[in-house]
């Protein structure tokens, strides 16, 4: 059975730094592009970051370029999205998920992620 585990969040002052970890569990994750999402309350989910699977090719929404990083430990089949500079309107549930199909470069688009993780609360707040 294919599983995705987010970790990582919590209350954070504004200008700190959190790091997620997304541990994947009946496969291996670096087959996969993989992507971060997040949901605040009232909103739609967006994209945040995403890894493609060879290349490594990296996307950021622009709301987060600069002050996000994906990365991937194959030898621990995790996925981690370090965040630093937070600001409050980073405050949501953010979610991992892993591609639907293996060969393409990844993308901040939800509909193309077919495993989902079950989101982690990030809070920022003062």
């Known amino acids: 059975q294919l599983q995705l585990v987010e970790s990582g969040g919590g209350l954070v002052q504004p200008g700190g730094s959190l790091r997620l970890s997304c541990a994947a569990s009946?496969?291996?994750?670096?087959?996969?592009?993989i992507g971060w999402f997040r949901q605040a309350p009232g909103k739609e989910r967006e994209g945040v970051s995403c890894?493609?699977?060879?290349?490594?090719?990296?996307y950021y929404a622009d709301s987060v370029k600069g002050r996000f990083t994906i990365s991937r430990d194959n030898a621990k089949n995790t996925v981690y999205l370090q965040m630093n500079s937070l600001k409050p309107e980073d405050t949501a549930i953010y979610y991992c998920?892993?591609?639907?199909?293996?060969?393409?470069?990844?993308?901040?688009?939800?509909?193309?992620?077919?495993?989902w993780g079950q989101g982690t609360q990030v809070t920022v707040s003062s």
């Open positions: 890894i493609s699977r060879n290349d490594g090719i990296t």
């Open positions: 009946g496969f291996t994750l670096d087959y996969y592009p």
């Open positions: 998920a892993a591609d639907k199909l293996l060969i393409r470069r990844c993308a901040l688009t939800s509909q193309n992620y077919a495993y």
